[in-house]
Structure formats: C-alpha cells, structure tokens
C-alpha cells in the first residue's frame, strides 16, 4: 500500500524530503511545524534541512543525471503520462491536503491538483515531437544542423500560493527535457506537493532523478546555486528575491527562469459587456483568496460606467461569505495564508482610507481568526497611494476611472511590472491595440482565466525572465547545440 504524506499527518509522523530515491529526515533531526491557515493550527511537522541536504540533493540529481539524460524520450514520456494518471487518482485526497495547508477553497485546490497533473502529461507528449533545425546549408560540403540537449540538474524554487501548479509547470517539463531536478517549495505549504513527487516515485522514476528538500530559504538556495551540476535555477516568487538570486546565479552564470510578481491592470471599457466583466473580476480578484501573480491588482473602469460597476462591485463584496474552506459551510473567500501578508495587506488600505478613499459597499462578515481581512473595491484612492502603484496579493483592489483608451494604456503601463492584464471591450480593433501595446506577458481578454498548460506564462519587467508551460517552457531546460557536418563526395 502507498504510504501517503496524509497517512503520514494522520498517523503523527514527520514528513520527510525525498533524497537520491530515500525519504529521509533533515540530517539533524530538526522539524518545524506547517499551520492550517484558516485556524492557525498545527497540522503537520517536516523535515527542515538546510545547505547539506541541498547539497546532497543535488549530488544525487548529479549522479542520476547522464543516464536520465539519456534515456530515449518514449521512456521518460511513458513516466510522466504513469504520473499525470496518479495525481489525477488521487487528486481528491492531494486536494484536501493542499486546502488545509493553504486556506484556498477545495474546489480550487482540487482543480490546482488536477491542473498540475494536466502538465505532465502534456509534457509527456511534447517531448515525443520534432526538437531542432536542419539548415539550408549554403555550402554543398557541409551539412549543418542543431540538436537539443538537456541543460544538466535543475533547481526549482517555489511559493506558497499555488505551490503544486507551480511545481507541475517547471518539474514536469524539465523531465522532460531529460533534466534532473532537486525542488525546493515554500515551508509554507510543502505538504501536497509533496504528492506530485510521491506521484513520480510510483510512477517508476529512476533514484534521484527527481528530489525535493524543505529547509531555510537563502541558505538552500544558494547552496543549490553554488552546486557545480545545477545549471538552471527556475524560481517563482517576488521580484526582489528573483533579483537576489540572478545577482547570485551570475557568479557561475547559471541560467535563470524567474516569474515574479504582477500589478495586472483590469479594464473594463464603455461597450463591455458588464456583467461578464463583473463576474470575470470577482474570478480575477479571488480566485486562491486573493493572492495569485496574475490576480486583477488595479481596476479601471470607463468614467461613462462607473456609478453602475461601482454599485455592483459593492454588492457583491458585500454579500461575500468568508470563512474557513473547510469548516463545514459553503464560502467564497478563506483566509490569507499568514499574520504578515494580513500585515502588508492591511498597510495598503490604511493608507488609502487614511488619505480619504472608501470601500464600496458595505464590510461582509469577517471571522475572528488570525489570517482574515476585509475584501473589496476601494475607490478615490490617490494616483500616488500604495494601492495604485503595489502588488497587493490579497483580496482587495483600487477601482480608478478613466475617459479615452490612449490614457487607459498609458496608466496600465505605469508601473514596473509586466505578468498579466485584462480588458473587456466588444470593439475587435481595440482588442488588436490592447494586444500588442499593454505591456504584459499574459493578456486575457474578455475572460478571467487564461491560464493553460499549453500557454506561455511569463512576465516582461521586472515580473520575470523566460516563459513557462507551452513549447517555451521545455527549452527552459535545454540548450541548442549547432553541429556542422563536412560531407565529401558531393
Ligand atoms: P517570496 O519571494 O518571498 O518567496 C518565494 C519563494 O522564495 C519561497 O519558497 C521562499 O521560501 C523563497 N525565498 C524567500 N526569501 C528567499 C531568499 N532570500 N533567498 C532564496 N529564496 C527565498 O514570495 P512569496 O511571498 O512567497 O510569494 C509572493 C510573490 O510571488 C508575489 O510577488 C507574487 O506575485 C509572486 N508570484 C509570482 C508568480 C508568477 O508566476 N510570476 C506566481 C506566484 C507568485
């Protein structure tokens, strides 16, 4: 039978890191606990390494790597799709685990699961297809062409907040690709994905090719950085610590995949269809409670609209259930993931309501629990205020109006970050100008979720450095080597 890190919470057992094809403990017995947001409980104690086991962890994805590396494409594909078939399985089980760590609602945490499995196997299957170029050689002696080839071990760091998907998307096609991978997640939410790695052990993949470790943040990092087989670092989170890690990168010139953090602009002009815009914003806005890269950060709504959007974005927060996901009633929002992102969340909105901005509507009913705040729409908040020019990462919004679509842009452009953008507008024109001039990676239009495995997720900015998913996301772990063949007898 599966032991599962479920059985494992459930029976009080320390959840442990997967080195070279063992769970162990970290090397000196420490653990450190993982909480339930929504009760601030303790759910479950891990295994809490630090530089050794990351150096461990990559000396084994060493050691796997040539004969990973080398295996044909159809072996390492039929792993992946054995996987893909797992997670989906146990995706009910995986999801629960994933809510109860995270606060997000079970239905999302399901849907993540399964979304996750989504990309190994459409990883399996893009492996299987045409890699490289054959030149049209100018010169009949020669012929020239280039081939892909595995870049070598690959470290991927990841956040909290969407902590399977996120692993998914770079796990899966750097195995693939024929890379080995040591993964190192949030401490925050490091139970259910460990599921994705359980998945793969099952599956059949070969010791050490994939290891996961849980430990202190910088010192792993830079240990898995300052690893001579570690030649890709593939990390999501916030823009200041990607940049801290490409300052580190460079001293091997390591190559760096970085998808940071986001400032979408979600507009909403004066022929969009309002109630679409309105139900695609609450998604924008929401969705995993608020705390999502891409989520909707500033509102700006056509002056012709904004009594009506207004009034209707003040009912709806009004009417919202928040509330613990699992606590047995049906909510729309849960908690925020910890005390210090309830912290920064709150710093914004003093400062917009202290300099006179309000919500729209009024305050649903908030619990007493440590990790929940108010969620809504703020309107008069100043050009300069905290709320129009930060990430928030959490369930509230600035609303802002605006009279013509050159102005629009120019103030969706006006911040450092470049991750997402939305607009809802019927004029096909306008779509076309919106595409190629808001300066985002991710743009959806008329729709709230345009996330797929099969899109190129990335940022432009200071929101990142290369794509993820999609046939862009697996040359992330290869490198193009040209090969010039002299030919005689021509
Ligand atoms: P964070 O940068 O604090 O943490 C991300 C990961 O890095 C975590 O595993 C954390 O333990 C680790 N980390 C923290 N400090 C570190 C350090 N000094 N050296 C090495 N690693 C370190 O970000 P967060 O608060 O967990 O997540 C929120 C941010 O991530 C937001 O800005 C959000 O937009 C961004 N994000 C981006 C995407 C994307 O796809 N672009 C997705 C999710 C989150």
């Known amino acids: 039978m599966t032991i599962t890190t479920r059985a494992l919470i459930d029976a009080g057992e320390v959840v442990p890191m997967l080195i070279g094809g063992e769970w162990v403990n970290s090397f000196s017995s420490v653990l450190r606990e993982v909480t339930n947001p929504a009760t601030d409980r303790v759910i479950a104690s891990i295994a809490y390494g630090n530089s050794s086991e990351a150096t461990a962890a990559a000396d084994s994805a060493k050691a796997a790597f040539l004969n990973w590396s080398n295996s044909s494409t159809r072996y390492r594909a039929d792993i992946l799709f054995r996987a893909y078939e797992l997670i989906m399985e146990r995706a009910s089980d995986i999801g629960g685990l994933l809510a109860l760590e995270t606060g997000k609602l079970l239905q999302e945490a399901i849907g993540e699961t399964r979304f996750s499995a989504e990309y190994f196997r459409w990883f399996a299957e893009e492996i299987r297809r045409p890699q490289g170029e054959v030149f049209a050689s100018e010169d009949r002696s020669r012929r020239q062409l280039s081939i892909s080839r595995p870049i070598g071990v690959a470290a991927t760091l990841t956040p909290w907040n969407f902590p399977i998907s996120i692993q998914a998307r770079k796990v899966a096609p750097a195995l693939a690709a024929g ?46 950085i300052d690893h001579d087989a570690v030649e890709v670092i593939s990390f999501t989170g916030s823009t200041p610590v990607g940049s801290a890690l490409m300052r580190q990168a460079s001293n091997r010139i390591v190559r760096c995949a970085l998808e940071l953090g986001g400032d979408a602009p979600f507009i909403i002009f004066s022929d969009a269809d309002i109630d679409k815009a309105i139900e695609g914003l609450a998604i924008a806005k929401f969705r995993n409670n608020g705390q999502s890269c891409i989520a909707a950060n500033r509102v700006f709504v056509a002056s012709s609209r904004m009594d009506e959007v207004c009034e209707r974005l003040g009912s709806l927060t009004e009417a919202m259930v928040v509330g613990d996901p699992l606590g047995g009633t049906k909510v729309d929002l849960g908690p925020l993931i910890d005390q210090s992102r309830v912290r920064d969340v709150e710093a914004i909105v003093r400062d917009a309501l202290d300099s006179g901005a309000h919500f729209l509507g009024g305050a649903p009913e908030i619990p007493d629990g440590p990790n929940y705040t108010r969620p809504g729409f703020i309107v008069n908040a100043s050009h300069d205020s905290a709320l129009a020019k930060e990430e928030v990462f959490g369930p509230v919004s600035g609303v802002f109006s605006f009279d013509d679509e050159d102005e629009v842009i120019a103030r969706a452009n006006d911040t450092t970050m470049g991750l997402a953008g939305y607009a809802y507008t019927s004029d096909q024109g306008r779509i076309w100008r919106l595409s190629e001039r808001l300066e985002v990676g991710i743009l959806g239009i008329n729709h709230p979720l345009p996330s797929v495995v099969y899109s190129p997720m990335g940022g432009v900015k200071r929101s990142g450095l290369g794509r993820e998913g999609a046939h862009e996301g697996l040359h992330e772990f290869l490198e193009t080597k040209y090969v010039s063949i002299g030919v005689d007898g021509l």
């Open 179 to 224: 890379c080995t991978v040591v993964a190192r997640p949030s401490e925050k939410a490091p139970l259910a994905v460990a599921e994705l790695f359980r998945a793969l052990i099952d599956a059949g993949i070969p010791d050490g090719v994939v290891n996961l470790i849980y430990g202190p943040a910088s010192a792993q990092s830079n240990a898995l």
